[in-house]
C-alpha cells in the first residue's frame, strides 16, 4: 500500500496552517512512515519530472534515505521538500 496520499496531506497541513517547516516537524511526519511505501514525484527543473516508487529506510536529522523497486538507494534533505522539489503523490 502506498501511502504518499495521506503524507502529502500532512505535509500540506503545514502550510494551510501558516506555521514554518522546521527540520524537526518534517522528521516528525517522516519517522512513522519508515520502511513503508510511497510515491515519489521529483522536479528536476525545466518541466522535467522523475517519479518512482520507494520505501523510505532510514530518517536522519536533515535527510532521509529512499530505497527504489530496483534497490538503488536515493537521498533527499529535509529542504527539497520545503521547497517543493520533491512531493509526494
Not at 496531506?9 to 517547516?21: S, T, Y
Not at 511505501?37 to 535527510?63: P, Q, T
Request: glycine share 6%; proline share 1%.
Amino acid at each position: 500500500m502506498v501511502l504518499g496520499g495521506l503524507l502529502r496531506k500532512e505535509l500540506c497541513m503545514l502550510d494551510i496552517q501558516g506555521r514554518l517547516c522546521s527540520n524537526e516537524m518534517i522528521r516528525n511526519f517522516l519517522l512513522p512512515h519508515v520502511g513503508k511505501k510511497v510515491r515519489i514525484k521529483y522536479n528536476l527543473g525545466r518541466n522535467k519530472f522523475e517519479s518512482f516508487s520507494a520505501e523510505i529506510i532510514s530518517v536522519y536529522n536533515c535527510l532521509f534515505l529512499v530505497k527504489l523497486d530496483n534497490n538503488t538507494i536515493k537521498s533527499f534533505s529535509f529542504s527539497d521538500i520545503i521547497t517543493k522539489k520533491i512531493k509526494f503523490t
